[in-house]
């Protein structure tokens, strides 16, 4: 029998060892960890909606009395999970990325697991970025299709595979992030496009970290650069910078009715609750030009940010690559002593030897607060060496 206590042994060796953290409370822009208030540099949370209390009650006092203000759907959406509230949302989205047909996933992992996995047969084939998101890695693991993962970024290398790979194949589709969860870097998405029309392929962009981040219409990198009409698919996560829950896949009306019937983790799940429906629908139409406010804010701050601290990413996402896991441990500890909530990211979420502290930019954290912590963490470092 496996001896799962060497296995955990192993892990703590390696500083590779997760435990939940003791949460307090979340207030503002700051975490109380323990008995600790640090500024919070490790959530999602990109437009700071979610501790946004004053947006809370609003909503509540609007919505409390509503037929929809529940908190189980009780049911699988294709049984009686249903409502006019989700039809209206998916409609919402699809107005907003210009596209035919809209899917609501429960989460973001199951949204890129269940389209990725379904969508392909043994006759077709997937290119997708090696640095892609854990849930594409298990959609491709679980997809009959065979699958090709080209170097991070590298349009030559991906290129090459298509040219030897692309013609054996019925199907074939690229897959990519627009912005990279752990190195903040964008993909060169025209680059992509013109790479698909060239090999006959479909293009499925992940914005996960992207909606509500970038666009003039909140809608992603692709809406950014006025791509929306050449991607055949879109994902996008409603649990970071809309504060939410639920995941939406955006395709045509072929695509979205393939998954409604094949897509195991949409089929085989209670539906996400329509409060949070309510709650998504509430600031996408009404409090949708405070959303882009939190998002010029952001944008501002992360653009000052690169230019005091320039590395690969262009986007909210700074990384600090310490490359020593046991180092990067340390440094993410004093760094909360002095009350920055900053959190160290080794493998196996990150490649050996690229152990790094992930900086997670929110639209109401100053550039004055971000300044110090770098002159923190460049004094730490220094002391180090």
């Not at 609501?104 to 392909?120: A, D, E, M, P, R």
């Not at 993909?187 to 992940?206: A, F, G, H, P, Q």
């Not at 100053?366 to 002391?383: G, P």
Request: aromatic letters at 10%.
């Amino acid at each position: 029998m496996r001896n799962y206590t060497d296995k955990l042994n192993e892990l703590k060796e390696k500083s590779s060892y997760r435990t939940i953290k003791n949460i307090e409370k979340r207030i503002s822009k700051y975490i109380i960890v323990g008995d600790k208030k640090m500024l919070n540099l490790s959530s999602n949370d990109y437009l700071n909606i979610s501790t946004n209390k004053d947006l809370v009650l609003e909503f509540v006092d609007k919505y409390k009395n509503n037929d929809e203000f529940l908190f189980s759907s009780a049911s699988a959406r294709l049984l009686t999970g249903n409502s006019k509230s989700y039809n209206i949302l998916e409609n919402d989205f699809c107005k907003l990325f210009s596209k035919e047909a809209s899917l609501l996933f429960n989460t973001g992992y199951q949204c890129n697991q269940g389209v990725v996995s379904s969508l392909f047969s043994k006759d077709d084939c997937i290119f997708s970025d090696k640095l892609n998101h854990a849930s594409i890695v298990s959609g491709l693991k679980l997809s009959q299709a065979e699958h090709y993962r080209y170097k991070h970024n590298d349009y030559d290398n991906l290129e090459k595979l298509l040219k030897e790979k692309r013609n054996q194949f019925n199907n074939a589709i690229i897959i990519s992030e627009s912005v990279f969860s752990m190195d903040g870097d964008i993909s060169d998405i025209k680059k992509l496009v013109e790479l698909k029309k060239k090999y006959n392929c479909l293009l499925m962009i992940d914005e996960a970290h992207a909606f509500g981040v970038f666009g003039d219409n909140l809608a992603g990198v692709c809406d950014e650069l006025n791509l929306l009409n050449e991607i055949d698919i879109i994902t996008i996560t409603l649990g970071k910078s809309l504060a939410s829950m639920g995941a939406v896949c955006l395709s045509n009306k072929t695509i979205i009715d393939f998954l409604t019937n094949k897509a195991s983790s949409f089929i085989f799940s209670t539906v996400i609750p329509p409060v949070n429906i309510l709650w998504t629908r509430f600031l996408l139409e009404e409090k949708f030009d405070y959303l882009k406010n939190q998002k010029e804010k952001l944008n501002s701050l992360f653009n000052k940010v690169h230019k005091l601290y320039p590395s690969i990413s262009s986007s909210q996402i700074i990384p600090v690559i310490i490359k020593d896991a046991l180092k990067t441990k340390n440094l993410a500890q004093h760094l909360q002593n002095k009350g920055y909530f900053v959190l160290p990211i080794n493998p196996p979420t990150v490649p050996v030897g690229t152990s790094r502290l992930r900086i997670s930019l929110g639209a109401d954290i100053s550039y004055n607060e971000i300044e110090n912590l770098f002159t923190e963490i460049k004094n730490a470092t220094s002391m180090a060496e």
